[in-house]
């Protein structure tokens, strides 16, 4: 694997657990909802 300067690999780690925290909130929002 290719070095990532630190920042870029922060910012990729960042996006992934937002992206992975939106999902789950969406899930749990239509849970309430039904």
Known sequence: ??????LFHFLYMFQFRLSFWMKTSSIELEEVDS
């Open 1 to 6: 694997m290719r070095y990532l300067p630190p």
